[in-house]
């Protein structure tokens, strides 16, 4: 099953606690809660400062798309800058952290994953590129325009554009329209893959 989308198309759900929002791209098992989801992935918007919230059992990993990023920090001995816009940063999700903003707001690319369920590989390419074959997945243009091919399936996504699949193997090649150009490709793999 492969699925495109683009990032302005996704509905915007505000945080109850009012310090951001989040565009969800896709949840797995479909229709799965936070408390239940397999992997999941998606976009916030990080308005002020507070407690990043803690996902037990689950692994994280956080990119800054826009803005001066954001500092998270804790007694954990985590303490670190995103400040460096599509530059991946893994870390546990069930750890107590602070997410102190840097300037005004803050858009993040977001996965997460249930340890023993799924783990994710988060890659930025900025050339052309063969993917590792992989039953689920997601590919987003950060930057400019790029053509993905399967053999089977082809398409071109424009930047904010993206795939995502749950189930069915691909193994894409990508190749950039132009120079300069980013696309994030998140790689799910489960415990008996």
Not at 43 to 48: G, L, P, V
Not at 62 to 78: N, P
Not at 118 to 145: D, E, N, P, Y
Request: hydrophobic share 40%.
């Amino acid at each position: 099953m492969l699925q495109r989308f683009a990032i302005a198309d996704l509905p915007l759900t505000a945080w109850k606690n009012g310090g951001g929002s989040t565009r969800e791209i896709v949840c797995s098992p479909q229709r799965s809660g936070l408390d239940s989801f397999d992997w999941r992935i998606s976009i916030a918007t990080i308005a002020q400062s507070g407690s990043f919230s803690v996902f037990a059992g689950v692994d994280r990993n956080i990119m800054l798309l826009q803005g001066d990023g954001v500092r998270l920090h804790g007694a954990s001995g985590i303490d670190r800058r995103l400040d460096t816009a599509a530059l991946p940063f893994a870390f546990p999700g069930d750890v107590a952290l602070e997410c102190t903003l840097l300037g005004p707001a803050s858009t993040d690319f977001n996965v997460m994953t249930r340890r023993g369920r799924a783990q994710a590989k988060v890659q930025v390419h900025q050339q052309r590129a063969r993917l590792t074959r992989t039953a689920s997945g997601l590919l987003l243009a950060l930057q400019g325009g790029w053509s993905l091919s399967d053999g089977s399936a082809a398409t071109d996504i424009a930047e904010g554009q993206g795939v995502w699949w749950d189930g069915s193997p691909f193994a894409w090649a990508i190749v950039p329209h132009r120079a300069p150009a980013r696309l994030v490709s998140v790689e799910i793999t489960r415990p008996r893959e």
